[in-house]
Every structure is written in C-alpha cells, then in structure tokens.
C-alpha cells in the first residue's frame, strides 16, 4: 500500500524545486530518502508535511492529511524552558488537549531516560536531547513519520545507538528519512531513494531486516553502491 | 563584588573631588552646596523627601505597570496580525519622533494637576520600548520550533501562549531594563511642568528658594530610586533569560 506518493515537479515563484519526480513511499516500512545538499531532500519532506508553503505542485501528490504526520529532525527543536517530560507532551498542550505525562514518563523510560524526565534539555547531552525528541514523536502516535536527517549531529556511537532504538521503535510504521549518509540509509532503508537532480532513483536495500549489522556483507556493498552513486552526481543504470 | 568596590571607590572620588570644589572656590550655599550641607539637608527633611518620593514612586510605578501592559498587549496583537503591523509601523515610527516632554503642557491641560498627567507620561515613554523589544523577540521565534508545532496540529493562539511568548521573554525583559530607566524621568518631567507634589515638584520649589542643597537631595533620592528600580529589572530579565533558555 501506498502511502506517500509524489509524480510530478515541485515550483517556487516560477523556479523549479523538484523536477519530474517519481517517489511512491510504501505503508509501514522505512524509506530512506539519499541524495546531495540542495537537491530538494528538504522540499519533500515540506510537502509531506504540509509545510510547503508557497511551493506549487504540478503532478499527483498524494500526502496525509493533517494530524496524520509526526516530524523529528537534525535539531532535536527541545524547548528550553520545558521538562524534557513537558517536551515530550507538547503536543497535546498545543492541540488544547490534557497531556497523558503518565504516558510521557513510560516513552521516556522507554528510550532509556526513566530518571532524567524533569531535566530541562541543557541539563541532557546531545544524545539524551535527540532521545527525548524520538520520545515525543512517538508521543505523536501518528501513522507517517518523517525523520529529517535525526542522527547527523550525534558521534558515531551515539548514532548507531540512535538508529537501533529508533528502529525498534518505530518498526512497522510508516517512516521517511532523509539522510545524506549511505551507512546509514542501507542499514535502516527497507526501500532506498537515491534522489538526483534528474528525479528519485530506486535502489535494491540490502537483504534482512533493520536495523542491519554494520558489518553485514550485503549492506556494505550496497553502501558502496550508493557511494558512488552519490560521487558521480548522476542517477545510472542498476 | 568588584563591581561594587569600584563603584563605591569611584563615588568617594566624586565625593572628594565636589567637596574639594567648593572649598576651593569658595561657593556660596545656593550655587553648590557642598556633599555635607546636602546629607544634612537629606536628614534634616527625611519626612518631607520621603513623602514626595512616595508621590513619585507610586507615578512611577502606576506608569511601569500600566506601560508595560499596554506595550506588552500591542506587540501581542501586532504578533498575530502582521497585515495590522504593516500598517501601523510608519504611525509608530513618526509617533516616536515627537518629544514625549514637549506633551508634558499639553497632558497637564487635559488632565489636571494631579498624578494621572504624570502617570501618563511614564506610560508614554515605557510603551515604545517595551512594545518594540517584545514583538522583535515574538517575531524571531525559532522557525524549526514553529514548524514543530504546525505539524502537532497547534492553532495560532496556542503557540503564541506556548512557543513565542515564552521565548520572547528575555526580549521583553531587555524592554523592561530600558523603560525602568526611563519611566522616572517621564513622571518627574510631568511633576515640573505642573502639580504640587513629587520629587520633581520638591526640586522645583527648592531651587526657587535657593534651598539648593534641598534640590541635590532631592536629586540624589531620585538616582537612588531609579538605580533601585534598575537593580530590580536587572534581576528580573536575568530571571526570566534563564527561564527562556532553562539554565
């Protein structure tokens, strides 16, 4: 099943954005999205978001609707001046809704911050912050996740670690990651995108399931693969 | 800590350096007194200075909270609105081109002698920069946070209450700072111009006296009320900064 699909080219004030796109991003599996700076990674993850402002979409576009989308990006976007409990729960205050902090606590506890839930983000380290994000976009409990390149800023420990808990956690969820990392797309990429200049190109992922051992044959060659791709600068045949 | 040794160190040379002065020169009481005929006149009219400091603190006071309201709720409605804003910026520009002194007559004239003029005053001068300093810090949310909260499904009143107010608080302080420091000038400002009671009015009427050493005491009341009221301001933009940023 089809959950996000974009055929078509992406306009600004006249100024193409995306051109002659093709990406069908299938229900509940993760879809990495590679591909160079300023190549519209960005612009994408706008329109699946509904954040597109003033972007014109000339082609089929099919995008959840509001409500249906949960965002987590390379900033982890922590408000300073909240618990990282009162973080997680946002969401509902900004619905006007009363926030589940019961539920809060166990997501927290479930990243592995049980005792740090009133800590306020400067009191966290980056990977703890980056924690507390994927705990409120699971607070979102919505069907679409998009992730917009969530792990670049960690050290590599840390990204590793990241990526394993978000893959457990968001398995069998609908989930869009931009990421300009081939390690990282052919370790959690059950479908992989390399998008170009010329449109979206799709590449075979490694067998298994996610997230795969770094060490894996099948991924690295796949990591390899999409090295080059990404060398040479232009989609060619598989 | 060395902040207040310098400080107490510099006013001592001033101290010196005036006293000094009028030794040397020989100056009559009426032209400047020297710094101990003003502390004796500082103790000897404590009650009276007290009582018109009062007059003035409560204008002053009335002028900040009012001020601030006021200022506060125009940059919270030019925030939502931006079309409004548009608008509205070229009135505000050429509105802070008019002396606010030059309004003092003008304000006694309509509303008397008695404290509203001089509240006024201060809410006029408080207004601009506590409106100005808060709407640049509404309008610079962190738009990673903005686009957050869209996608949570937030409506525009929410995170206004819950995103840009409280990060905008700092901005506000820094607005605070400004409008402490000016609100005594605006009340004792509408005190010359015309009343019967303040500090203002106290300075007035011992300079007609010659009671010169009355005016430097009245003088002195009124840097240290303002310095007190700056100290004030001072702590509570540091409060509300380390709120904003959860240090």
Not at chain 1, 145 to 170: K, N, V, Y
């Amino acid at each position: 099943m089809t959950a996000l699909l974009l055929r078509g080219s992406a306009l600004r004030g006249g100024r193409v954005l995306l051109r002659d796109l093709d990406l069908a991003v299938a229900a509940g599996q993760w879809t990495c999205l590679l591909g160079p700076s300023g190549v519209g990674k960005t612009t994408i993850l706008r329109l699946c978001a509904g954040l597109a402002n003033g972007v014109e979409w000339r082609g089929r576009l099919v995008t959840p609707g509001p409500g249906q989308v949960a965002l987590m990006a390379q900033d982890d976007l922590l408000l300073p001046w909240l618990s990282a409990r009162d973080n997680v729960a946002l969401g509902a205050r900004l619905r006007g809704v009363p926030p589940d902090l019961a539920q809060a606590d166990r997501l927290l506890a479930r990243v592995g911050l049980a005792g740090r839930a009133g800590h306020k983000p400067a009191a966290l380290s980056g990977g703890e912050r980056q924690r507390v994000a994927l705990a409120r976009t699971l607070m979102e409990d919505r069907p679409v996740i998009l992730l917009d390149e969530p792990f670049s800023a960690l050290d590599a420990g840390t990204r590793a670690r990241m990526q394993d808990l978000a893959a457990e956690l968001l398995a069998r969820r609908t989930v869009l990651m931009v990421t300009h990392d081939p390690a990282e797309a052919a370790r959690l990429g059950e479908a992989i995108h390399i998008l170009t200049g010329a449109g979206a190109e799709r590449i075979v992922p490694p067998a298994g399931p996610i997230p795969r051992a770094v060490e894996d044959p099948g991924l690295l060659r796949v990591q390899a693969a999409l090295l080059a791709r990404l060398r040479a600068g232009v989609p060619c045949a598989a | 800590m060395r902040g207040v040794i310098g400080g107490g160190a510099s006013a001592a040379m001033a101290l010196v350096l005036w006293a000094g002065l009028v030794r040397l020169f020989d100056l009559p009481r009426f032209i400047l007194p020297g710094p101990g005929a003003v502390a004796a006149a500082l103790w000897r009219d404590r009650l009276l200075l007290a009582d018109h400091a009062a007059t003035t603190l409560t204008e002053i006071g009335a002028g900040l909270v009012i001020g601030t309201l006021l200022g506060a709720l125009l940059a919270l409605v030019l925030a939502l609105l931006p079309g409004l804003a548009r608008g509205l910026h070229p009135v505000l520009i050429v509105s802070q081109t008019v002396p606010v002194f030059a309004l003092a007559p003008i304000l006694t004239l309509w509303l008397g002698y008695g404290m509203a003029a001089k509240i006024v005053m201060a809410v006029l001068i408080i207004f601009f920069p506590v409106s100005t300093g808060f709407l640049h810090g509404l309008r610079r949310t962190e738009p990673g946070w903005l686009a957050l909260a869209r996608v949570m499904g937030g409506g525009r009143w929410r995170i206004l209450w819950h995103l840009r107010v409280p990060a905008a608080l700092p901005d506000l302080a820094g607005g605070l700072r400004l409008a402490a420091t000016y609100a005594p000038i605006g009340a004792v400002i509408g005190e010359w111009v015309g009343g019967s009671r303040g500090l203002g009015y106290l300075m007035l009427m011992a300079n007609g006296r010659a009671r010169t050493d009355l005016l430097f005491a009245a003088l002195l009341v009124l840097v240290a009320l303002t310095l007190v009221l700056r100290a004030a301001a001072d702590r509570l933009a540091d409060r509300l900064t380390r709120h904003a940023t959860g240090s």
